[in-house]
């Protein structure tokens, strides 16, 4: 009998819950991608999810920020657990990677030193008479969507493949930094070669495009953003990442971080004003989505709903290239179906 | 002035953080504030690593400590396990305690995050929301988001949120009992004493 060959991609892999799992929402600048992740874990997977009501941040912009101590932090992410130990629930689901990595190190630090477990404890008893469990398994929901991503392709409408060419679309992705850059173990694949995204794109019939500052963080850098005379460290770390990215000429950038999707949409419009300047042949950038939205619009959603009208890199050209069928009258209508004013039209890059 | 050194151990995360550096320069090479700034995470794991007081001082009362974007990509690549951006946490919430924060320009932002940030947090229950991302000073944000705030009553119900609304959600209202729960966290662990120090920086 032969032997099994070895599979050091095993090395590579992380422990993904099944199913129950409690969803901790993020800042929410892509509330449609939210929503999307939901309509798919419950009706596409049939999945319990809860999305409990009494949850807050987990703070973990102002702990990263400085502005809030890490004794603080860690009683907040201990309140969360009381909420997910509540309602009777032990896979946590953060859907912001900033989160993902504060919940990752509070449990860690917890592991390696009770002491600091019991004092949690005694503080968010003090403070709010709560208890509180502690996770089995913690994973980000673009790890969900991954462990997943075989049984959502039947039921996809659309591939990633250019309908004009025949060709796979090309696709870069950037995994946000605290997914897997402090705990490694923690991330599919790793830190050095995360496989979270590039698997969803390999899966649904894309090409994933390599490039040299593919690991290279979006700049968004907390207090670098956040203070408005320091964003010239944010745009200029999202600029080097294009410069990196444009000779491959890609299709579309694929995040798995609210923030960095944000970033690398918004910073090509300010680089196309400050220097006239995009990183696409054709004038109107290179559309970025969240792994939420490309899920959905392969499956059929509504782009209009998923929230795509609200990059500011438009990405009709992408929904050409896939065939994907859109109604450009709803975009601009709201939720009562009224027709909204249009948006300024920026001054180079092309919408 | 006791030994700034033993301060910094104190910190949970001091023991994690800096073990031995060797000074291989691997963190400065991968970092992003490195290639913006005159920054090198190498020589600030030398200093505190040698436990020179006046160093450390000095380090507590620059501008440096505020340069790194907590990206944390040098903790991978470390070959001895440090975490320098770990360590610029520990030195950060250190400055700010002792007051030294406020002899450096970028150190004194703290005041701002803290007022927007921090205010969130206790006021709303988020860190950022939409309603606090004013277009007027975020330009980068684009005529989008321009577009998105003037009209996100009608826009942010068509994505599924729920907005300013009681229930689950995303861009719900935090309800006030568990804001109250988060203040007396704060109250308890430490947040409040470190918000009240950074707030006395003088305008």
């Known amino acids: 009998m032969s032997e099994t060959p070895k599979r050091f991609w095993n090395e590579y892999q992380k422990e993904i819950a099944d199913d129950h799992y409690f969803y901790e929402r993020s800042q929410t600048f892509f509330p449609g991608s939210e929503a999307a992740f939901l309509k798919i874990m419950r009706e596409e997977l049939g999945k319990d999810i809860k999305d409990e009501a009494n949850q807050h941040t987990c703070t973990g912009i102002g702990y990263h920020s400085d502005v809030v101590p890490i004794e603080t932090t860690m009683t907040v992410v201990a309140r969360l657990f009381s909420l997910m130990t509540e309602d009777g629930y032990e896979n946590y689901v953060p859907s912001c990677v900033t989160s993902f990595g504060v919940f990752t190190e509070m449990v860690e630090m917890w592991k390696h030193d009770p002491a600091l477990l019991e004092q949690a404890r005694k503080y968010l008893k003090v403070a709010t008479g709560r208890e509180f469990e502690l996770p089995k398994n913690i994973a980000h929901p673009s790890d969900i969507i991954f462990k997943f991503r075989n049984d959502l392709k039947p039921k996809m409408k659309y591939q990633l493949v250019n309908r004009f060419t025949g060709k796979p679309l090309r696709a870069v992705e950037h995994v946000g930094c605290h997914y897997a850059k402090i705990f490694p173990e923690k991330g599919v694949g790793k830190s050095e070669f995360p496989h979270v995204l590039s698997g969803m794109i390999e899966a649904w019939g894309g090409e994933v495009i390599d490039y040299p500052e593919r690991r290279h963080c979006c700049g968004f850098g907390f207090r670098q953003y956040l203070v408005q005379e320091n964003r010239g460290y944010s745009v200029a770390n999202s600029k080097k990442k294009f410069e990196s990215m444009e000779p491959y000429e890609p299709d579309f950038i694929l995040t798995n971080c609210p923030g960095c999707g944000m970033f690398l949409d918004k910073w090509q419009y300010t680089i196309s004003e400050l220097e006239h300047k995009t990183y696409d042949k054709d004038g109107y950038g290179i559309p970025v989505l969240t792994y939420e939205e490309l899920t959905g619009l392969l499956l059929g959603y509504d782009p209009w709903t998923l929230g795509l009208q609200l990059h500011q890199v438009q990405c009709e050209t992408l929904m050409d290239k896939i065939g994907i069928a859109y109604n450009p009258d709803e975009k601009y209508k709201g939720v009562s179906g009224k027709v909204l004013a249009m948006p300024d039209k920026p001054t180079v890059l092309k919408v | ?203």
Not at chain 2, 97 to 106: A, H, I
């Open chain 2, 1 to 203: 002035m006791g030994n700034l050194h033993d301060l910094l151990m104190q910190d949970l995360r001091f023991g994690e953080a800096l073990k031995a550096c060797m000074n291989c320069g691997v963190c400065t090479a991968i970092c992003p504030a490195a290639e913006f700034y005159d920054y090198d995470p190498r020589r600030i794991c030398d200093t505190v690593q040698r436990q020179d007081e006046e160093e450390i001082e000095k380090l507590l009362r620059s501008e440096t400590i505020w340069y790194c974007g907590q990206c944390m990509s040098c903790k991978p690549r470390c070959p001895r396990g440090n975490i320098p951006g770990e360590v610029i946490s520990v030195l950060r919430k250190r400055s700010q305690e002792l007051g030294y924060f406020k002899d450096s320009e970028k150190g004194r932002q703290q005041k701002q995050l803290m007022n927007s940030i921090g205010s969130n947090i206790l006021e709303i229950g988020y860190c950022v929301h939409p309603d606090k991302v004013d277009p007027a000073y975020h330009p980068e944000q684009g005529p989008i988001w321009e577009w998105y705030i003037e009209n996100i009553e009608e826009i942010a119900p068509k994505l599924g949120a729920n907005y300013h609304g009681d229930g689950p959600g995303a861009l719900r209202k935090i309800r006030e009992e568990n804001l109250e729960e988060v203040r007396r966290i704060f109250e308890v662990t430490g947040g409040m004493e470190l918000r009240k120090k950074v707030l006395e920086v003088e305008p």
